[in-house]
């Protein structure tokens, strides 16, 4: 499970300067960890528990996105780019959460090219599954067809 996620099949220099400048961080059950438009802090690493990614409409209405699981980094796009977070993040359980500051993760990837290339693969990823999301939920024709296209997903 371990070489599966983003920053733990680094070389072993850019895993040791990771663990350096990450901060475990323990939040109960329906805490939020950042908000849709919020400055980009940094990127949180889910090591345990769930937590729930969702976006709100112009009239208040919310949708959830995904359920994040351990291992998954939340926050990564808007840290890299700098722009605010897309999406809001909420504990869904009690959960275990690697936190690194913008700041870091930047120099991070100035002094290791291997962190850049798992970020890399890892927004391609996002962006391939979005992609293939957005498919299956705009493009079939009816209603039940959406549905079931989603649902076997």
């Known amino acids: ?42 990127i949180f690493v889910l090591c345990k528990g769930r937590v729930e990614l969702s976006i709100c409409s112009s009239e208040g209405k919310t949708l959830i996105l995904k359920i994040a699981e351990p291992g998954e980094v939340m926050g990564l796009s808007a840290t890299v780019s700098g722009t605010p977070y897309e999406l809001t993040a909420e504990s869904v359980d009690p959960c275990q959460v690697n936190f ?48 079931a296209k989603l649902l076997l997903e």
């Open 1 to 42: 499970m371990r070489a599966e996620h983003i920053f733990c099949d680094l070389p072993a220099a850019a895993l040791q300067t990771f663990e350096t400048i990450e901060y475990a961080i323990a939040y109960p059950k329906g805490a939020v960890l950042f908000v849709e438009g919020q400055a980009p802090r940094g």
């Open 100 to 147: 690194v500051k913008r700041e870091d993760f930047q120099r991070l990837l100035k002094e290791h090219s291997d962190v850049c290339l798992h970020v890399a693969e890892q927004l391609s990823d996002n962006y391939n599954t979005a992609c293939r999301e957005f498919r299956a939920i705009g493009l079939p024709h009816s209603a039940a067809e959406k549905l």
